[in-house]
């Protein structure tokens, strides 16, 4: 293991046993402590303490100091300095500890200050260096409050210590060399800072970890040992090896919290924020012995007691102390505040305005909508309401990624932001939804054609440029008009958007009454189609495509049908319907897996390709499943190529090019083919689209409306079949309806056609019939 931070899956299976080193060490010197104790009754005194209690207290630290080490090893961040510090205070007590029984052994005197007391006092140090850099909360501004509290709890008892122990007893002893006294002075004030340092850093962290309970009580065995031992000194009473107990069962505690097991959750890694730990009594507990200090003091000058330079000195430093951690406190706290005022603001701030573009957000445009409608109903004010959503959105997102749809939404809030007056609240009302709201008389419809002015221009998307378009919805109340509420006239606006929509996109519609009543049943009609998508209720027909020179059939359109509350509903209508309401891949899905099954059962008794073609809307370009879903459909049924082609419109193929391009060659590759419908309606020439690879050319109806009755446009119609043949690209003209129609056709060597006259659209029931007759042209 070369981390503290456990295995996720231990904590599941239950916590790791100790590690088999550091629980031998820790075994080892529990057994040689239980030996020496059971010496100290067989042999001599002074020999037992000579040998036995010197190396007890000398393996003890040892044990110590390899198992906290170790634990440094396997930890990390700050734990690994408090380990690293606390196993090299050990080392270096069991260092003076050698010297020590070195000298003891060879009946050797002891000095006093000795090289052991180095060892001694670097344990001290080294320890307290380890608790400061323990993660008990608060981060470095904790360390550094830990670090004020030991020194002014060690200043106030080390006077309480002064007035009643150590002042006598120095004022008694006269002569003492400087170094003796500086070093008797420094264990007792040292053992205090432990002994203050364990209770802080125990209190103050976060969880109570047993390991930290272990070093604490180390910790403190050793400081109250270090006083039991010079009391008895100072009082003649040392009774030998009973009395060092207490170091080698400090030492062995600090063992046993280097052995113990990992905790089952992480501290904080260097770096990260850590917060304040520990209760009020946590927080309260440096005051104690300041209080008891400072009572003590004042109590000894109202008797009339003088006070030396160490009780001045240590007072000062106490007093100082204490207000300036009264000074930190109170910038702590201005600090907090400060953070504390600045969130909330920016709670304020995130709570009324989009996270992304900074706009607006719903419950602030509703929220001034209201305050200018109750302007509107007080003095007359009008106040209109400009609803945007971008045409197509959806399609920039599928074929660029979200991140660009993004980035995308927040150019066209820049944008919108400088189209409009300082006064205008515009909102990004969510998605592809903003929203103005234009008060103190500004003009609805110049303020939206400023904004799709604005728009105009492409967008740089990822480097690229991207068109962008907006249907917007108008809605504005003058002063005659009557009261309404913020959300009527924000859904009338929306209504207004719907219908600029329907109307062909790119444009704007201001709000009449009567838009309400289509656009409700327009969404009534939504939820209709989404409860017969989920009963497979949206069925195909199938309508004929003949040789013209065989007469049989050659092919089959599916037309989309369905029938809703007892009536009709065209494709038309549903189809735009069910992309606006998010079901358009739904609905497609459902289709092609309906074609598919049928073209798999027709095509058993026939000795050519049948083909079948399926209209797809051209937003379906921009699906990323559409190429997997024909996929599996073409080898679920085990297609052939040819079986089944995809018709798309001439508008829809060259709005999405280059996404067009990928998926037709992709489809090729599948033996799908690709047909261009209604060809003749749009802009573009058969030579542009000859590089598309199409299946078919499906010539729109309005090219054969006169072509028996007007020779110019026969001549025209002509032409086309002539450069479709030099560009080897199947012609299919739709719409024949009267035999005229069909013998011109005949005449200008169409090959294939499709129309009432030939046949209408029939269920897929009736289509074996139709495939079994020998045609269905009969001269």
């Known amino acids: 293991m070369t981390s503290s931070s456990p295995d996720p899956a231990a904590g599941a299976r239950g916590a790791d046993p100790l590690p088999l080193l550091p629980t031998a060490a820790v075994a080892s010197a529990g057994a040689l402590l239980v030996v020496a104790v059971g010496l100290a009754f067989v042999m001599p005194p002074d020999v037992h303490d000579r040998v036995v209690s010197n190396l007890a207290q000398l393996v003890a630290p040892a044990a110590a100091a390899g198992t906290l080490l170790r634990r440094a090893r396997r930890s990390r961040g700050r734990l690994r300095a408090t380990w690293a510090a606390l196993g090299g205070?050990?080392?270096?007590?069991?260092?003076?500890?050698?010297?020590?029984?070195?000298?003891?052994?060879?009946?050797?005197?002891?000095?006093?200050?000795?090289?052991?007391?180095?060892?001694?006092?670097?344990?001290?140090?080294?320890?307290?260096?380890?608790?400061?850099?323990?993660?008990?909360?608060?981060?470095?501004?904790?360390?550094?409050?830990?670090?004020?509290?030991?020194?002014?709890?060690?200043?106030?008892?080390?006077?309480?210590?002064?007035?009643?122990?150590?002042?006598?007893?120095?004022?008694?002893?006269?002569?003492?060399?400087?170094?003796?006294?500086?070093?008797?002075?420094?264990?007792?004030?040292?053992?205090?800072?432990?002994?203050?340092?364990?209770?802080?850093?125990?209190?103050?962290?976060?969880?109570?970890?047993?390991?930290?309970?272990?070093?604490?009580?180390?910790?403190?065995?050793?400081?109250?040992?270090?006083?039991?031992?010079?009391?008895?000194?100072?009082?003649?009473?040392?009774?030998?090896?009973?009395?060092?107990?207490?170091?080698?069962?400090?030492?062995?505690?600090?063992?046993?919290?280097?052995?113990?097991?990992?905790?089952?959750?992480?501290?904080?890694?260097?770096?990260?924020?850590?917060?304040?730990?520990?209760?009020?009594?946590?927080?309260?507990?440096?005051?104690?012995?300041?209080?008891?200090?400072?009572?003590?003091?004042?109590?000894?000058?109202?008797?009339?007691?003088?006070?030396?330079?160490?009780?001045?000195?240590?007072?000062?430093?106490?007093?100082?102390?204490?207000?300036?951690?009264?000074?930190?406190?109170?910038?702590?706290?201005?600090?907090?505040?400060?953070?504390?005022a600045g969130r909330e603001a920016l709670l304020r701030h995130q709570a009324f305005h989009d996270v992304l573009t900074g706009l607006a957000n719903r419950a602030l445009f509703l929220d001034r909508l209201e305050h200018a409608l109750a302007l509107h109903r007080r003095d007359l004010r009008p106040v209109a309401v400009v609803f945007l959503d971008l045409d197509d959105f959806k399609v920039v997102n599928d074929t660029l990624g979200h991140a660009a749809g993004d980035e995308l939404i927040v150019r066209v809030a820049e944008r919108l932001r400088g189209a409009m007056r300082d006064g205008d609240t515009v909102a990004r009302l969510g998605g592809d939804e903003f929203a103005v709201l234009l008060e103190d008389g500004g003009d609805a419809e110049e303020a939206t054609a400023r904004a799709l002015e604005a728009l105009r221009t492409p967008c740089l998307v990822g480097g690229r440029p991207v068109a962008v378009r907006a249907s917007v919805g108008i809605c504005g109340l003058g002063p005659d008009d009557?009261?309404?509420?913020?959300?009527?006239?924000?859904?009338?606006?929306?209504?207004?958007?719907?219908?600029?929509?329907?109307?062909?996109?790119?444009?704007?519609?201001?709000?009449?009454?009567?838009?309400?009543?289509?656009?409700?049943?327009?969404?009534?009609?939504?939820?209709?189609?989404?409860?017969?998508?989920?009963?497979?209720?949206?069925?195909?027909?199938?309508?004929?495509?003949?040789?013209?020179?065989?007469?049989?059939?050659?092919?089959?359109?599916?037309?989309?049908?369905?029938?809703?509350?007892?009536?009709?509903?065209?494709?038309?209508?549903?189809?735009?319907?069910?992309?606006?309401?998010?079901?358009?891949?739904?609905?497609?899905?459902?289709?092609?897996?309906?074609?598919?099954?049928?073209?798999?059962?027709?095509?058993?008794?026939?000795?050519?390709?049948?083909?079948?073609?399926?209209?797809?809307?051209?937003?379906?370009?921009?699906?990323?499943?559409?190429?997997?879903?024909?996929?599996?459909?073409?080898?679920?049924?085990?297609?052939?190529?040819?079986?089944?082609?995809?018709?798309?419109?001439?508008?829809?193929?060259?709005?999405?090019?280059?996404a067009a391009e990928r998926v037709i060659r992709e489809l090729a590759d599948l033996g799908v083919g690709v047909s261009l419908d209604d060809f003749g309606v749009g802009q573009s020439s058969l030579a542009r689209l000859g590089a598309l690879s199409l299946e078919s050319v499906k010539i729109d109806r309005s090219f054969l409306a006169r072509i028996d009755t007007d020779e110019r446009e026969a001549t025209l119609l002509g032409a086309v079949f002539r450069l479709a043949r030099d560009l080897a690209l199947p012609v299919i003209a739709e719409g024949v309806e009267r035999p005229g129609q069909l013998a011109a056709l005949r005449r200008m060597g169409c090959p294939q056609a499709q129309g009432f006259l030939l046949s209408r659209p029939v269920p897929a029931a009736a289509v074996p019939d139709l495939l079994g007759s020998r045609g269905v042209l009969t001269g």
């Not at 006269?174 to 264990?187: I, N, S, V």
């Not at 604490?216 to 009473?237: E, H, K």
């Not at 030396?308 to 300036?324: D, K, N, P, R, W």
Request: hydrophobic share 50%.
């Open 482 to 658: 009557p009261p309404v509420r913020p959300d009527t006239l924000l859904a009338r606006s929306d209504t207004a958007m719907y219908a600029a929509k329907r109307s062909g996109k790119d444009k704007a519609v201001v709000y009449r009454p009567g838009l309400s009543l289509e656009e409700v049943e327009l969404e009534g009609l939504a939820e209709r189609l989404r409860r017969a998508l989920a009963a497979r209720e949206v069925t195909l027909a199938y309508q004929p495509i003949v040789d013209l020179v065989t007469g049989r059939v050659v092919a089959l359109e599916a037309l989309a049908r369905w029938t809703t509350e007892g009536r009709a509903v065209g494709p038309e209508v549903f189809v735009p319907a069910a992309e606006r309401a998010g079901l358009l891949d739904e609905l497609t899905g459902q289709l092609l897996a309906q074609a598919c099954e049928r073209a798999a059962g027709w095509a058993v008794d026939r000795d050519d390709v049948l083909s079948v073609h399926v209209n797809v809307a051209p937003a379906t370009l921009a699906w990323p499943e559409l190429v997997p879903r024909v996929r599996d459909l073409v080898d679920w049924h085990e297609l052939v190529p040819g079986q089944l082609v995809l018709e798309l419109t001439e508008s829809g193929l060259l709005a999405h090019e280059e």
């Open 89 to 340: 205070a050990c080392a270096c007590w069991a260092a003076g500890q050698a010297w020590w029984a070195a000298q003891e052994m060879t009946g050797a005197g002891i000095p006093f200050p000795s090289v052991a007391d180095v060892g001694f006092v670097a344990f001290a140090v080294l320890a307290a260096v380890g608790l400061l850099l323990h993660p008990a909360g608060g981060g470095g501004r904790g360390r550094w409050r830990r670090t004020s509290d030991a020194v002014m709890c060690t200043g106030a008892v080390g006077l309480v210590s002064w007035q009643f122990v150590l002042g006598p007893v120095v004022a008694r002893e006269t002569g003492t060399p400087y170094l003796e006294w500086l070093l008797f002075l420094t264990y007792p004030a040292l053992d205090v800072a432990l002994i203050v340092l364990c209770l802080l850093t125990a209190a103050r962290a976060r969880r109570q970890r047993p390991d930290l309970l272990l070093v604490c009580a180390g910790l403190l065995a050793l400081s109250i040992s270090d006083g039991t031992f010079a009391y008895l000194q100072a009082t003649m009473m040392y009774a030998g090896f009973s009395a060092d107990l207490g170091w080698v069962v400090g030492f062995l505690l600090l063992a046993l919290a280097g052995a113990a097991r990992e905790p089952a959750a992480r501290e904080p890694e260097e770096g990260q924020p850590e917060r304040d730990g520990g209760s009020l009594v946590a927080h309260l507990l440096p005051y104690a012995p300041v209080a008891v200090g400072l009572v003590t003091t004042v109590v000894h000058v109202a008797l009339g007691w003088e006070l030396g330079i160490v009780e001045v000195g240590l007072s000062t430093v106490v007093i100082a102390l204490l207000l300036s951690r009264q000074y930190l406190a109170l910038r702590e706290n201005l600090r907090l505040s400060a953070e504390l």
